[in-house]
């Protein structure tokens, strides 16, 4: 009988949150709503903040500090259970507003004033962490007013940090700048530029599972796999954010980010600890040796695709060019497909395949780490005609754990072979928990721990990587759009890329 893992959260690092004072730029956004609040609940359910710790929305909407609380309150499927309620009910007491336009360095005076206030009430201690739950073009200026007031000075032994969404820039030259913008006010370990995907468990685990299990590291390289597979697949469309999805695409969107940390996760070496500097030194390390794509590669290696009418879950579907708030002659692409190759000794010779995009068959997350064939000589007089392919799969979400397929015996007389996988599921073996993904981000930037957080180079180094799709497919209009239906797997010549090279997408553990 397999012993189950305890599943009663308890802080890590054996400590509570820092006291301090969350204050949330943008609190009358979904981000805050759906995401933000939900965190900070989980994490005062599980016992991970002190007392004195409060937050504060600050949006241009007036508003009392009782009508922020109404609308920030969760959801009753959310409140469902009496720790759920009573967890609330202790943090919404600590849950204030402030109305002022933060693009306004005037505005900063009354919220010098009312963090002052509130540090008294709650017994905080001058600690702010700062979250810019805004429209990227103001993140440059939230800072500079930041720094202006006096609230991003560090004295006294008192912390200011900040916390930076996606998208950071649109392309290189805007990330450097940006970059460059913000360090003028406040220093890199100061700085938390948040990606929610490192929030998800497996995520985290990759690191563990790799550099923890003596049994992989091991064959962890060239001369064990042949390739490597990562798709961020989405089901529904733009929705209602087509103004902003048209301006980004899904290259911006998902790749430099997303797709990058993944691919710096799995194809890192061992950092020397897991401080936060020493993992992402590696992290950066392997993103430097992405071998650059020439204009010629773009074309070669590198698919772009749209999509059209189809059927989603047995419903039909529109195309993007007819979703809300898109233009009706868009060229803006729904889905990307990337062949790409790292240039060091460990990963010489094997391709990563990258690919993501909208309105395709499901919404799935998930890393494939595709093993060598066995040699066959040993089979060639018995009924097995093809060794079973070896595969990791590294479901992330929305299921999240980690399979292995191998091969084995069919029972019988005869020697033939059949695939089997072996399963770990996180929710059956430590239990469901309550999450929206950003709790350990949370969390890690209250007590300053870095690691989960891209770093200036971090950001530019996703950026350099896709910065010749972005100008050759600038110069180079696509004129195929739409290119595949709703409900499909993207376009055909995302197939032919990998057919090319005698491989295939793994759709069947998706």
């Not at 989980?42 to 504060?56: D, H």
């Not at 406040?186 to 985290?204: M, P, S």
Request: aromatic content about 10%.
């Amino acid at each position: 009988m397999v012993q189950k893992a305890q599943t009663a959260l308890t802080p890590p690092h054996n400590r509570t949150a820092d006291p301090c004072v969350v204050v949330i730029f943008g609190a009358s956004g979904d981000l805050t709503r759906r995401k933000l609040i939900p965190a900070v609940l989980n994490l005062q359910n599980a016992g991970f903040l002190p007392r004195n710790l409060a937050v504060v929305g600050v949006a241009r909407s007036p508003m009392t500090n009782e009508q922020f609380r109404q609308e920030a309150e969760p959801e009753d499927k959310v409140l469902s259970t009496e720790p759920m309620r009573a967890a609330w009910k202790a943090l919404s007491e600590r849950v204030f507003y402030h109305a002022a336009d933060a693009t306004k360095p005037e505005s900063y005076a009354g919220l010098v004033d009312v963090l002052r206030k509130i540090d008294g009430q709650v017994g905080a201690p001058g600690n702010y962490l700062f979250y810019l739950a805004v429209s990227p073009r103001f993140f440059a200026p939230i800072v500079q007013n930041l720094g202006k007031s006096g609230l991003a000075k560090e004295e006294g032994g008192r912390w200011r940090r900040v916390v930076i969404e996606k998208p950071f820039g649109h392309d290189l030259p805007s990330a450097v700048e940006l970059n460059r913008s913000i360090e003028t006010v406040i220093g890199e370990r100061q700085i938390f530029r948040i990606d929610h995907y490192l929030g998800k468990e497996t995520v985290q685990n990759l690191m563990v599972f790799r550099f923890g299990n003596g049994m992989f590291e091991p064959i962890w390289n060239r001369n064990y796999i042949d390739h490597v597979q990562i798709t961020v697949a989405e089901e529904l469309g733009v929705e209602a954010r087509g103004d902003y999805y048209d301006g980004a695409g899904a290259l911006r969107d998902m790749v430099p980010n997303h797709i990058a940390q993944l691919i710096s996760l799995v194809g890192m070496e061992p950092p020397i600890s897991f401080s936060a500097d020493a993992v992402r030194d590696e992290q950066v390390k392997l993103l430097d040796s992405i071998e650059p794509l020439s204009p010629e590669d773009v074309l070669h290696q590198a698919v772009r695709g749209q999509y059209g009418p189809g059927e989603v879950d047995g419903k039909s579907s529109p195309g993007y060019r007819q979703e809300e708030k898109v233009p009706a002659e868009s060229t803006t692409e729904t889905f990307v497909a990337l062949r790409l190759m790292v240039d060091n000794w460990r990963w010489a010779g094997v391709p990563f395949y990258a690919r993501t995009g909208k309105r395709l068959p499901k919404r799935v997350t998930q890393i494939v780490i595709q093993f060598k064939h066995a040699p066959a000589m040993l089979f060639q007089h018995t009924s097995v005609d093809r060794l079973t392919t070896n595969r990791l799969y590294i479901h992330i979400q929305p299921k999240e754990g980690i399979s292995l397929r191998f091969g084995a015996k069919v029972p019988g007389p005869v020697l033939t072979m059949g695939a089997v996988e072996m399963d770990f599921d996180y929710v059956d073996y430590f239990g469901k928990v309550p999450s929206t993904g950003y709790e350990t981000l949370l969390y890690d930037a209250m007590i300053g721990d870095a690691t989960l957080f891209q770093r200036a180079d971090m950001v530019e180094a996703g950026w350099a990587m896709v910065q010749p799709l972005l100008d050759v497919w600038k110069a180079l209009p696509p004129r195929n759009f739409p290119n595949y239906p709703a409900g499909s797997w993207g376009p055909a010549d995302a197939d032919e890329l990998l057919k090319r090279d005698g491989r295939h997408w793994e759709n069947s553990g998706t």
